[in-house]
């Protein structure tokens, strides 16, 4: 059996050797002491670019926080899932991951309605 790890992406750290990497699609600024912005309804876009082992397990966090009311759309293939937010308040968005196949795989998280913040993503699962 084999450990579990944790990767963690953010501002200052926007990819990990060759297992995880954060590709930013129009961010307002990025800043490694602070967070990646996004402006409201463009399309500024947070891909995460994941390296998995077909059979696997992986918990994403993502910890954001909005400027306002709005929609984060988090998806992965032809699956997406939303979370609603009503009042822009740091928040953790937790969705599963099983990987059918080896090889990379991206996640895409967006929001609709006012900007955000992306503060960090957390990978958790095999190593």
Do not use: C, N
């Not at 099983?98 to 929001?111: C, D, F, P």
Request: hydrophobic share 45%; proline share 4%.
């Amino acid at each position: 059996a084999t450990a579990a790890t944790t990767l963690v992406l953010g501002p200052a750290m926007l990819s990990v050797g060759d297992r995880a990497h954060l590709v930013l699609t129009r961010p307002l600024t990025v800043h490694p002491e602070a967070t990646i912005e996004f402006a409201a309804d463009t399309d500024g876009m947070v891909g995460l670019r994941l390296k998995v082992r077909a059979g696997e397990t992986y918990l994403l966090d993502f910890a954001v926080s909005g400027r306002g009311r709005g929609v984060y759309t988090i998806a992965a293939d032809s699956q997406a899932r939303e979370f609603d937010d009503p009042d822009g308040a740091l928040r953790r968005l937790l969705i599963g991951l099983k990987a059918e196949a080896s090889g990379w795989t991206i996640v895409r998280l967006q929001r609709s309605g006012a900007g955000y913040h992306l503060h960090s993503v957390e990978v958790s699962g095999a190593p």
